[in-house]
């Protein structure tokens, strides 16, 4: 609900400042959070942990730039719908049931009616949503190396931080003196907070808490949430072919993080399934 409320409020100020300009606001506000946070100690990074909080926080950029350029251009629920795609690809890639393989198919099944079921298709809008989906899957991967390589959100905090130093300029560029707006900072503080700072905490908290089964049912309901905060904050709406694919989008993501009947006693959902750390909530 956190992260939803939060992208739909940097929707309405869209049209003020444009999607970079959302962006480079949320990341302003979010890096310095983020580093009072982790606390990080540049000194003590390698080579090569550098160069991999590096590579996370340009995908974090693209990720955010590309996912604001679609919900400006297809609106939040059917954007953030593809988005979520990435990291059930990345579930379904894992696992080795017959039933997810079928589920893949299903999802794609799904994904069609979203984008055409009201005849009106707009490609552009839909491909910058497939581009977000595949960074959120890469970062989803980026985030394993950097977790493992830098303790703590000490790594998150500094991508984080990347990420605004090649958002911020261009979106002060492109938006000029409305960047500065009292009425826009005060949005998208608030956008920051509730998507990029809120949501990454509370998420720590539960899977440290949650079964698999428990956790993944709850992430599960991403792309119904996100429709739900679109038609409650921006006046969105889906019509009910719409609204049947995205339950089963929510559905299929259920099955395919839950374990296998049988197997024994659930585990912590581990964090394949979401966006894991703070770096990839931007």
């Not at 409020?9 to 302003?28: E, H, K, Q």
């Not at 000194?43 to 919900?71: K, P």
């Not at 980026?142 to 090649?166: C, E, H, Q, R, Y």
Request: glycine share 10%.
């Amino acid at each position: 609900m956190s992260f939803q409320s939060g992208a739909a409020v940097g929707a309405l100020i869209m049209p003020t400042v444009g999607f970079v300009g959302v962006v480079a606001i949320r990341m302003m506000v979010a890096a310095p959070v983020l580093l009072l946070v982790g606390r990080p100690r540049l000194r003590e990074f390698s080579r090569r942990q550098l160069i991999q909080v590096i590579a996370l926080g340009v995908v974090m950029a693209t990720m955010s730039l590309t996912l604001f350029a679609s919900i400006e251009r297809i609106g939040l629920g059917l954007a953030v719908t593809i988005e979520f795609l990435g990291p059930l690809t990345v579930s379904l890639v894992a696992s080795r049931r017959t039933r997810d393989a079928l589920g893949a198919l299903v999802v794609a099944a799904a994904v069609v009616l979203l984008a055409g079921a009201d005849g009106r298709v707009d490609l552009v809008g839909i491909l910058l949503a497939f581009s977000a989906a595949t960074c959120w899957a890469t970062a989803i991967t980026l985030n394993g190396s950097v977790g493992k390589s830098i303790p703590g959100n000490a790594g998150p905090a500094v991508a984080m931080t990347v990420g605004a130093v090649f958002v911020v300029p261009v979106g002060l560029a492109a938006t000029g003196a409305n960047f500065l707006d009292v009425h826009v900072l005060w949005a998208g503080a608030g956008t920051a907070l509730l998507a990029s700072v809120f949501p990454p905490l509370l998420e720590l908290f539960a899977i440290r808490r949650l079964s698999r089964a428990a956790y993944g049912t709850s992430m599960a309901l991403y792309p119904a949430v996100a429709a739900l905060c679109g038609w409650a904050i921006l006046d969105e709406s889906l019509s009910i072919v719409k609204w049947c694919a995205v339950s089963t989008i929510c559905l299929v993501s259920a099955l395919a993080t839950n374990p296998a009947s049988g197997q024994g006693k659930q585990r912590t959902m581990p964090d394949t399934n979401s966006r894991s750390t703070p770096a990839s909530s931007a």
